[in-house]
C-alpha cells in the first residue's frame, strides 16, 4: 500500500519560516510527481506546489509564489517545501500528495491526485 509521510509541522510566528517533509513508500513505478496541498478550516484544498520527479517541472499556487519553495530529493520520491514570511493565512492542514505518473501539471487540481498524505498541521500566530 502507497503511503505517504509528512514531517516538520508546527507553531511558528508570522515572518518566520518552517520546512516540510514528505516520503513515499510502497511506491508502485520508479518515478512519481508529488507536491502540497493545504486546507484551512472552513475552506477547500487548495493547491500549493507540484515537482516532476527529477525536478525538471515546477509549479506554484498563486498565494505562496515567490515564498515557499518545492524541491525533490535526488533519485527519490521524497518531497520537501521550504515556507518562508509565513503569514496567519497560511495557517491550515498541510497535504504530501502524488501521482501514478510523472507528470505534475495535473497535481494542479484536487481531481488530479492519486495518493495524499494524512496531514500535517501549520500554525502560523500574527
Known amino acids: 500500500q502507497v503511503r505517504l509521510e509528512e514531517s516538520g509541522g508546527g507553531s511558528v510566528q508570522a515572518g518566520d519560516s518552517l520546512s516540510l517533509s514528505c516520503v513515499m513508500s510502497?511506491?508502485?513505478?520508479?518515478?512519481?510527481?508529488m507536491g502540497w496541498f493545504r486546507q484551512a478550516p472552513g475552506k477547500e484544498h487548495e493547491f500549493i506546489a507540484s515537482?516532476?520527479?527529477?525536478?525538471?517541472?515546477?509549479s506554484y499556487g498563486d498565494a505562496v509564489q515567490g515564498r515557499f519553495i518545492v524541491s525533490r530529493v535526488e533519485g527519490k520520491n521524497a518531497v520537501g517545501l521550504q515556507m518562508n514570511d509565513l503569514k496567519a493565512e497560511d495557517t491550515a492542514i498541510y497535504f504530501c500528495v502524488a501521482r501514478e505518473d510523472n507528470v505534475p501539471q495535473y497535481l494542479e487540481n484536487k481531481e488530479g491526485v492519486d495518493y495524499w498524505g494524512q496531514g500535517i498541521r501549520v500554525t502560523v500566530s500574527s
Open positions: 510502497n511506491a508502485p513505478w520508479e518515478r512519481h510527481a
Open positions: 515537482i516532476s520527479y527529477g525536478s525538471s517541472i515546477v
